[in-house]
């Protein structure tokens, strides 16, 4: 019976994985509401420095938010500002130069 329970618990610390990747995702592609992504990512980190993802996981939380971090960077993002409000995804101008390097 605990097989049962074993297997919920790691499906929501695994969702909530997939949840950032295809946050990241749409942030890099600028579809849907931007804030509302990003609310949602606050949500996950949320998650995963409580209680309840302690209850339900034995991976570190510090390694969980490592592991996010990666996924971000991969799209390019940088952490102080993705979550500042008003500042625009820097992924718009993916490729584009300025004078000082890739922007």
Not at 19 to 43: E, F, N, P, T
């Amino acid at each position: 019976m605990s097989d049962g329970y074993e297997e919920l618990a790691a499906a929501i610390v695994m969702q909530a994985y997939r949840d950032w990747c295809d946050d990241c995702k749409k942030l890099a592609s600028g579809k849907g509401d931007v804030d509302a992504i990003k609310a949602d990512m606050l949500d996950i980190l949320k998650f995963v420095k409580s209680d309840w993802y302690t209850a339900l996981t034995n991976i570190p939380a510090e390694k969980m938010i490592q592991k996010l971090t990666e996924e971000k960077e991969k799209y390019e993002y940088d952490t102080e500002r993705i979550f500042k409000p008003g500042v625009p995804n820097r992924t718009k101008n993916k490729g584009k130069r300025n004078k000082v390097g890739r922007i």
